[in-house]
T-cell receptor, first 110, second 116 residues
Framework: RKEVEQDPGPFNVPEGATVAFNCTYS??????FFWYRQDCRKEPKLLMS???SGNEDGRFTAQLNRASQYISLLIRDSKLSDSATYLC???????????FGQGTTLQVKP | EAEVAQSPRYKITEKSQAVAFWCDPI?????LYWYRQILGQGPELLVQ????????DSQLPKDRFSAERLKGVDSTLKIQPAELGDSAMYLC??????????????FGPGTRLLVL
């Protein structure tokens, strides 16, 4: 079983739609969680950290459910520029090593 | 804005040849990571350095891969001999401190390797 699991998609949505991605993790010792965005043939870039209390950054909302061991990302009012792969990431104590899911691809259509 | 530099950006080689990738982290960043990303998958850590010391190389195929960060600044990742399955993007990342889980890692643009 993969340590971090995501639905690879692709998710095809029209502009203006609301879309949500979920991600599950297998290790209850996981400490920190992030969403990274990766454009085609580019490096991953940090989108946002994920906290137990949930956090929001503009049109993006991230939630963490430790009891069920899943993380979610909600994107409201999708833009064409949101088209990318969204990587769910966890870390555990000690080294800061990032453990990535395989990514979920989002295509926003006009 | 400071960036992580990597070279070359693209490399095509034949199997059994040797290849080397270079990374220059953001100035002052103590921790340096090498990740490998196979097409359609997320990046996976190969090796992590704290200054010049290896912190984690548990996923590095040591029979063919080697990595060094001799002066605790820039780093080189080498593959010898390259195999077809090594075709992937090799990403370098750095972070300021000693690898705390909350620290932001900054990624370089990657080296895309194709082994023929």
């Amino acid at each position: 079983r993969k340590e971090v699991e995501q639905d690879p998609g692709p998710f095809n949505v029209p502009e203006g739609a609301t879309v949500a991605f979920n991600c599950t993790y297998s290790n209850s010792a996981s400490q920190s969680f992030f969403w990274y965005r990766q454009d085609c043939r580019k490096e991953p870039k940090l989108l946002m950290s994920v906290y137990s209390s949930g956090n929001e950054d503009g049109r993006f909302t991230a939630q963490l459910n430790r009891a069920s061991q899943y993380i979610s990302l909600l994107i409201r009012d999708s833009k064409l520029s949101d088209s990318a792969t969204y990587l769910c990431v966890e870390t555990r104590g000690g080294t800061g090593k990032l453990i990535f899911g395989q990514g979920t691809t989002l295509q926003v259509k006009p | 804005e400071a960036e992580v530099a990597q070279s070359p950006r693209y490399k095509i080689t034949e199997k059994s040849q040797a290849v080397a990738f270079w990374c220059d982290p953001i100035s002052g960043h103590a921790t340096l990571y090498w990740y490998r990303q196979i097409l359609g998958q997320g990046p996976e850590l190969l090796v992590q350095f704290q200054d010049e010391s290896v912190v984690d190389d548990s996923q590095l195929p040591k029979d063919r891969f080697s990595a060094e960060r001799l002066k605790g600044v820039d780093s080189t990742l080498k593959i010898q001999p390259a195999e077809l399955g090594d075709s992937a993007m090799y990403l370098c990342a750095s972070s300021l401190g000693i690898g705390f889980s909350q620290e932001t890692q900054y990624f370089g643009p990657g080296t895309r390797l194709l082994v023929l």
